[in-house]
């Protein structure tokens, strides 16, 4: 069984910065598709980034220029997402996915709170 743990999240200032880390545990070999997720209160829950095992990374166009996500390592099931210049519309829940053999595996999520 494979468990996801996300940290990282917190409260920031507008402008701020926040990473969150999301690490796959448990039975998993090879390296997996990735990303990081968020809802918002009342929304559905949209997709942010996420990156393939050859280093690939797609980035929702809402905080492109902002947001990045990179991988700890080539042969590592960490991902890192590094958010600057924090937005009050950035306030969600970040759920990291690893996609293996078609399923979904979601970790808990973590709170990020932009506020002054």
């Known amino acids: 069984q494979v468990q996801l743990t996300e940290s990282g999240g917190g409260v920031a200032q507008p402008g701020g910065s926040l990473r969150l880390t999301c690490t796959a545990s448990g039975r998993i070999s090879g390296i997996w598709p990735m990303g990081w997720y968020r809802q918002a209160p009342g929304k559905q829950r949209e997709l942010v980034a996420t990156i393939i095992p050859n280093g690939t990374t797609n980035i929702a166009d809402s905080v492109k220029g902002r947001f990045t996500i990179s991988r700890a390592g080539a042969a590592k099931n960490t991902v890192y997402l590094q958010m600057n210049d924090l937005k009050p519309e950035d306030t969600a829940v970040y759920y990291c996915?690893?996609?293996?053999?078609?399923?979904?595996?979601w970790g808990q999520g973590t709170q990020v709170t932009v506020s002054s």
């Open positions: 996915k690893l996609v293996r053999f078609g399923t979904d595996q």
